[in-house]
Nanobody, 122 residues
């Protein structure tokens, strides 16, 4: 069982930056591929970014490519999402998720956090 706790959300002006963190419990964090997803107002949850167990491979939605960076620190059981050049359409609840496999495949994630709200003001 993995428990995920997100932090770092808040209110930021358009064009600004924010870094989200996701702390994971358990001893096997380094065995999990990790991802960030988001759900905006009135929208379905969507994929944002993912990272393989070692950090060697990363994946991004086209909408955030070049603006967001996912990274992880296996020694700290933490995954990060650095967000820059934020836009109003980035406003959403951001969820951290873990997959019970080392490599991200685009299929379902097995564990989810409760989310952290990011609001981008104009």
């Amino acid at each position: 069982q993995v428990q995920l706790v997100e932090s770092g959300g808040g209110l930021v002006q358009a064009g600004g930056s924010l870094r989200l963190s996701c702390a994971a419990s358990g001893r096997t964090f380094s065995s999990y591929a990790m991802g960030w997803f988001r759900q905006g107002p009135g929208k379905e949850r969507e994929f944002v970014a993912a990272i393989d167990w070692s950090g060697g491979s990363t994946y991004y939605a086209d909408s955030v490519k070049g603006r967001f960076t996912i990274s992880r620190d296996n020694a700290k059981n933490t995954v990060y999402l650095q967000m820059s050049s934020l836009k109003s359409e980035d406003t959403a609840v951001y969820y951290c998720a873990a997959a019970s496999r080392k490599y991200y495949s685009g299929s379902g994630m097995n564990y989810w956090g409760n989310g952290t709200l990011v609001t981008v003001s104009l």
